[in-house]
């Protein structure tokens, strides 16, 4: 096949490689950047102990176009169920948008559900279900945001919205079993969280 | 009409309430709302009326040949496209079976408050049981009529006192703001898509055979199309509006189950909530058993196996395991931790793709004299059949690129 394309095993082994890295770092919860993932091709392609380079010789039996075949259909996998997972690399302007409006999400469904539960609008067991369910989401952000990297001029409103995505966890958290005055009090807070990451999307603009 | 006639419209209403707002529905269109505004509301009547035209069209097929869908497939289309629909489509019904159990697990936790893993073998055997022990009329009038408890969301819409001219200019399709195109365009597909899904012109096409309907009954297969499928419509509708109004102006953008339920709440306090958390158990639960159902239905009928609810399961003892199999596989599904909301939005884009060869043998078929007789499809049934076609081939190959482009709707 390579040769009918005027290739050669080299050129599409290199393909292939970079391919299937680059689906790995797809699939992890936790992207790697260029750097961090020329350094694990570093460490893969140093000798292992027995002095043995750590790609399996069976593997070589394997013909090109499975390779091509398996890295396809890897790709098309990863591609359809990766189109949800949200990473933790290299936040650029929109994406950085993008979780402050999640964020914003997240603190105004829970700002709604304190005002219910203050009103008593609401059962105590949904009220502390629904609240541990967006607890959870604003822990996975919180957790991506603390990770992240951005460039230097928006580093301060990935830090603020890091330190917003604590406190809306924290009040998510006190919810489920506060008293009414403590609902009250957890209400306003997650408003006023949810219009700071408002207005920071707003300026990201 | 007569109180048998009444009931007998339960078909149509169970379609509607588990085939029309399952949880793809409650999801996709509580989104649409919420990102969107009224914008999306011609979306859910251009599906409305794509689903009765086709559903009507194989109810009578059904009563007039006597046959369902997909023996129909089969016959039409030969044994390897057959195969090949056959495969699509029970794949897609796994997915959305695992879904909708998620759904009713969920569901289940957030009225009891007792552990999701725990909940959805619970779910499971409850809805295997229903199965087993229900006949298959009771359970169209068990999981339709308390899924009628999501008309909350009607009075909620209400409540909240839309502005009426801005609703109404909902149902033109023109500009739009609040996303970029694709997005909006995703939506446009995964709202067709939940409201034409396969699955439900299967249950509906069996069902007609099981409820034993003749040619006596073609005026009520329309009555039972149109008032279900509108029925579920219109909550699919109050579904967007209330998100519009509520979601859209904090900037919600509803992520989990139990959200529409907020809406519920926050409009008609705590009768509301429980309204809507037994309307979406019911509707979601009836959903489960229709999808287990047509992946039954779906290979027994393929293969020349006896079927039916009417049967002994002993009777028909690999239909009875076929849709034994989908409940255990898609509890297992769900069981990994699988975010269902997730897994529905999958399910209906995929869902989308498996549309036409689902629908072009019902097309075909009904207007073929030698099964039809004086039956066939008139030329109002064809304009709109050929219409829907053209429309669902469109957005079958529409479906996976944009949940591709738009990152699953996200932009």
Known sequence: MARKHGLTLAEIGDWKEKFLLGAENALRSKHLDEEALKDEQIKRLQPTPRGRRSSAPSRERWSVSVHLKGALVLGVVVAVFGVGCGGAGKLGVKALSQESKSLQSLAAEGALLAEDAVFGKTTRVYTREHSSDLYNAVSQAEASLKAAKTEPALEPKLRRLAVLAAQVRADLNRLGGASKEEERAIGRELQAAAQESQQISEELK | ???????????????????????????????????????????????????????????????????????????????????????????????????????????????????????????????????????????????????????????????????????????VPGSHSGGSLLVYLYFVVGILGTAMSPYEVYFYSSGVVEDRWSLKDLGLNKVTAIIGYALGGTLSMALMIVAALLFLPSGISPQFLGTPALAAEHTVGQVGLLLALVGILFAVGGAAIETSFSGAYNLAQFFGWKWGKKERPAAASRFTLSWLVIFALASLVVITGYDPVKLTEYSVIFSVVALPPTYLPILLVANDRTYMGASVNGKLANFFGVLYFIVIVAIAVAAIPLMLLTHGGQG
């Open chain 2, 1 to 171: 009409m007569s109180l048998k006639n009444v009931l007998a419209v339960a078909l149509g209403i169970f379609a509607a309430i588990g085939g029309f707002v399952d949880i793809g529905d409650l999801v996709f269109n509580t989104q649409a709302g919420a990102i969107f505004g009224f914008q999306l509301l011609w979306v859910v009547v251009v599906g409305v009326v794509g689903i009765i035209v086709y559903s009507e069209m194989c109810g009578r097929v059904s009563a007039v040949a006597k046959r369902p869908v997909f023996d129909l497939v089969r016959e039409r289309a030969g044994f390897a496209a057959g195969l090949g629909t056959l495969v699509a489509s029970e794949v897609v019904n796994l997915m959305t079976c695992a879904a909708e159990i998620g759904g009713v697990a969920l569901c289940l936790k957030l009225l009891s408050g007792l552990p999701y893993r725990l909940l959805i073998p619970l779910a499971v055997i409850g809805l295997a049981v229903s199965c087993w022990v229900l006949p298959f009329r009771w359970i169209e009038r068990v999981f339709g009529y308390l899924g009628l408890g999501l008309l909350v969301f009607v009075v909620a819409a209400i409540k909240l006192h839309p502005d009426w001219g801005q609703v109404a200019h909902g149902f």
